[in-house]
């Protein structure tokens, strides 16, 4: 992943031009390979002087148009909207960059009421740490203190570390009040009326600011994250429902962004005269006729032998592959695509059922499952399984928990798992406890290296305060990140609940112990959804 470092002032007029410079001449001694990101423009990029010099100063004025997320006047007018731009633009810009200095308030720039809070909404988002240059031009040093806690808080608030201060306009006076134990955040001095020479402590400061990184992980970063990774490794990925617009749309997204290579089915002068209509850019999509001759005695051929203990003849299976949910999934099958995604058209069992009879399970897997990546405010959670299996039984239940954890780390997050109950440990009995307490049993057995907790009740799962109280020799209590629900009637109730009342972003569901990865579409879905579910599926094809 690309390294990176949001310097921003904390107020106008802080002397960020001399700094900026600094910074990136000793970034480059360690990232020869550095780029250089506006977060927020004025307006124009083309009359911004200060950004354009610092794209000189790494060599990279070729960059000018793509180099920035945003502007001002966007951002006030749909916060949400500009600030979704800003991650995307940053993403595609950052993944062909060891390091990235990204660019926020600088002298000149108008300073604006919500500023330091937007410094740290977006510095969360683009999943980076915040390097801040105050001034101590006319404060007291004790002022200078005071006034760096305050904006650290603001920011801070935001879910974005502080990990370096770049302090202009100091005196030899201010240096001494620092903690000589180096236990706050790092402080790079800029004396008045002194030369510029960076120490040992500068440098190491200035590369530690660029290596901080965040373990905070909002929607966007996580979002974010998954196109990087996909796009690391592109995989081919086969949409069938190529007759809707919004699949036309998503892989137009897909192809410029470079996250997948795109498998379309159907009629190419169909396909193409569409694209061309809407003002799409398909010309580097795949497109595969289901009329085929060749394709369709291949697939019957080796469908028949599939089924063959079903009865199923070869022109049978010729009909079947009339459904272009089949047919895409006996190119996954063959080895002519790495992965599906389908359901914007079809229904959820006309996007499985033939999964579950191509691909089918994994060795070591009995069961397919599902779980939904739950996209918090500040990390994810991985809830399993809201969307397949009905009432499973405790081997299914243990079977659920260990693939969770698996797609948990797929997807960067640390599985710690909670067999959810209506009772903790030992406090409540029945049927319905005990089998959770069989699944945990069974689940330590199927993954002893896996921290599980169970049967457990979601508030000690998740509070560390009611955990202390409930499980206080627990791993897992209070440090839950993936949740097996117990059936399918809490656990679509619970993501459901959790989405609408905690404005958490759910996406899946990611279905999970086949042998080859296909996914499923809310018939609902936006354009957004579907790039997301097909950068998952691309993720999920790499391992």
Not at 159 to 178: F, K, V, Y
Not at 231 to 243: G, M, N, Q
Request: hydrophobic content about 40%; charged content about 25%.
């Amino acid at each position: 992943m690309t390294k990176s470092v949001y310097l921003t002032a904390a107020e106008g007029n802080s002397g960020t031009r001399a700094v900026a410079r600094v910074v990136i001449d000793q970034l480059l001694n360690d990232y020869p390979n550095l780029g250089v990101f506006r977060a927020f423009t004025n307006g124009p990029i083309n009359s911004d002087d200060e950004f354009k010099d610092l794209l000189a100063q790494v060599g990279r004025e070729e960059d000018l148009d793509v180099a920035w997320g945003t502007t001002r006047q966007a951002y006030f007018v749909d916060e949400e909207a500009a600030m979704t731009d800003l991650v995307k633009r940053y993403t595609d810009y950052a993944h062909g960059f060891d390091a990235v200095l990204i660019l926020g308030l600088l002298d000149g720039d108008p300073v604006n009421p919500d500023m330091l809070a937007r410094t740290g909404r977006a510095a969360a988002n683009l999943g980076t740490s915040v390097f801040l240059i105050m001034s101590g031009a006319t404060r007291s040093p004790k002022e200078v203190v005071d006034t760096s806690h305050l904006v650290a808080q603001v920011i801070q608030k935001e879910n974005a570390p502080i990990s370096a201060i770049a302090m202009t306009h100091a005196d030899r006076e201010l240096e001494q009040t620092q903690d000589p134990k180096g236990e706050h955040t790092p402080i790079i001095y800029f004396f008045d009326g002194e030369e510029v020479v960076l120490e040992d402590h500068d440098r190491e400061v200035i590369k530690g600011a660029m290596e901080h990184g965040s373990d905070v992980i909002t929607p966007l970063s996580f979002q974010s994250s998954l196109i990087s990774r996909a796009r690391a490794d592109r995989k081919r990925i086969v949409l069938p429902e190529a007759s809707d617009e919004r699949i036309l749309r998503a892989a137009d997204e897909l192809i410029a962004r470079e996250v997948a290579d795109i498998i379309l089915v159907g009629d190419e002068a169909d396909i193409r005269g569409r694209a061309e209509a809407l003002g799409l850019d398909l010309s580097k999509a795949e497109i595969v006729s289901a009329q085929d001759p060749q394709r369709i005695d291949k697939y019957a051929t080796e469908f028949a032998l599939l089924r063959e203990k079903k009865g199923v003849t070869y022109e049978q299976a010729v009909e079947t592959l009339k459904d272009l949910s089949y047919f895409a999934t006996m190119m996954v099958h063959m080895g002519d695509a790495d992965g599906m995604v389908s359901g914007a058209v079809n229904t959820t069992a006309n996007t499985i059922v033939p999964s579950f009879q191509i691909i089918k399970t994994k060795p070591g897997t009995k069961l397919v499952s599902s779980c939904f990546l739950m996209l918090m405010e500040d990390r994810v959670y991985v809830y399993g399984d809201c969307a397949v299996t009905t009432n499973p039984n405790p081997e299914q239940l243990a079977s659920i928990a260990v693939s969770s954890a698996e797609t948990a780390v797929q997807f960067g997050v640390e599985p710690r798992v909670a067999m959810l109950s209506y009772s903790t440990g030992t406090s409540g009995a029945g049927p319905d406890v005990d089998a959770v307490v069989e699944a945990t049993a069974l689940a330590k057995e199927m993954a002893p290296e896996l921290p599980i907790e169970g049967p457990i009740q979601y508030d000690a799962a998740v509070e560390p305060n009611v955990a202390a109280k409930k499980l206080p020799d627990s791993e897992v209590a209070g440090r839950a990140t993936v949740f097996i629900f117990p059936e399918l009637n809490s656990g679509n109730i619970g993501y459901k609940a959790v989405q609408r009342s905690a404005g958490a972003v759910a996406v899946g569901p990611v279905l999970q112990g086949l042998n080859k990865p296909v996914n499923d579409l809310s018939r609902g879905a936006l354009v957004e959804d579907i790039v997301n579910t097909v950068a998952i599926t691309a993720i999920q094809a790499q391992a």
